[in-house]
């Protein structure tokens, strides 16, 4: 596997990210450490362009990264993330909300893999929020995002907690 130098930009970035369920667990992308080795997940998405807005930035991160056409379907929550990755501080202000796959999208699949743009190779899964943000395990990045995801310190996030199985 080729060393990732991963560094956050220097400036304040607008992102939107797709929270996708399946059986009640939350797709997300492996973040990894220098050496390659797992140190959290993050749901899919992207930099909002200028002139872009969240949900066209959104939907186009989708197309880009799995080749899929999804369909926001709820409001977004906001975060601001402030993060340190290998000693070097990052700053992101994110829309994060809900998205549905095309019907039978990765049926059956437990893992996608697919590249982004600078060629860097990734690999999502879907992980029970149990599963997360345990001393042992990988976090749940943005920090913060498991704790609202199931209304722990903020009671209006719960909606985003996916569907009930």
């Known amino acids: ?11 304040i970035r607008v992102v939107a990210i797709g929270l996708h369920w399946r059986d009640g667990r ?5 973040v990894r450490d220098d050496a390659g080795r797992i140190k959290g997940v993050r749901p899919l998405g992207g930099e909002i362009e200028f002139g872009e807005s969240w949900r066209a930035a959104l939907l186009r991160e989708f197309k880009e990264e799995l080749g899929i056409d999804v369909t926001i379907t709820g409001e977004p929550l906001m975060m601001e993330n402030i993060f340190a990755h290998e000693g070097a501080t990052g700053h992101e202000v994110m829309f994060v909300t809900e ?18 743009d600078n060629g ?3 690999t999502a899964r879907w992980f029970d929020l149990a599963d997360l943000d345990l001393p042992d395990g990988p976090s749940l990045y ?12 903020n009671t209006t996030a719960t909606k985003l907690s996916g569907p009930s199985s």
């Open 99 to 116: 998205v549905a796959f095309p019907h039978g999208a990765f049926g059956g699949q437990d893992r996608i893999d697919f590249r982004e």
């Open 26 to 30: 939350l797709l997300a992308a492996e």
């Open 1 to 11: 596997m080729p060393m990732t130098t991963w560094r956050p930009h220097p400036h």
């Open 142 to 153: 943005p920090i913060g995002l498991k704790a609202l995801l199931i209304g722990t310190d």
């Open 120 to 122: 860097e190779e990734i």
